[in-house]
């Protein structure tokens, strides 16, 4: 399998309430070379349970850090999970539309 052009670094903490509308907004994209590295920041909700759906998708990469260590301590080992081209961010309460990275992937390659 080649490398991704984007990977998606999405860190969370017991949001298991919202996550199934960000990673919809990114499982519906246009444009579908990507991978999304979530970072589970030791959530004490249901957030482990609910991610097994999304990750039968084999772009979906889960990991949990067993004790809450912060967002950006997340966010930075996503980055270096990350194999994709392209790095671009989404957080657990956020909705892309659903031509974000094929925009973003026509923009990097005019230049």
């Given at each position: 399998?080649?490398?991704?052009?984007?990977?998606?670094?999405?860190?969370?903490?017991?949001?298991?309430?919202?996550?199934?509308?960000?990673?919809?907004?990114?499982?519906?994209?246009?444009?579908?070379d990507y991978e999304v590295l979530i970072v589970d920041?030791?959530?004490?909700?249901?957030?482990?349970?609910?991610?097994?759906?999304?990750?039968?998708?084999?772009?979906?990469?889960?990991?949990?850090?067993?004790?809450?260590?912060?967002?950006?301590?997340?966010?930075?080992?996503?980055l270096e999970m990350a194999t994709g081209t392209w790095?671009?961010?989404?957080?657990?309460?956020?909705?892309?539309?659903?031509?974000r990275l094929e925009a973003f992937a026509r923009f990097?390659?005019?230049?």
């Amino acid at each position: 399998m080649s490398e991704p052009l984007f990977s998606i670094v999405l860190p969370t903490y017991n949001r298991a309430h919202m996550l199934p509308g960000a990673l919809s907004t990114v499982a519906r994209q246009t444009f579908g070379d990507y991978e999304v590295l979530i970072v589970d920041d030791g959530s004490a909700d249901d957030t482990p349970e609910m991610i097994k759906t999304w990750t039968k998708d084999p772009r979906f990469k889960y990991t949990r850090v067993p004790k809450n260590i912060g967002n950006m301590a997340c966010r930075n080992m996503a980055l270096e999970m990350a194999t994709g081209t392209w790095i671009t961010n989404i957080d657990s309460d956020d909705f892309w539309t659903l031509n974000r990275l094929e925009a973003f992937a026509r923009f990097f390659k005019k230049r």
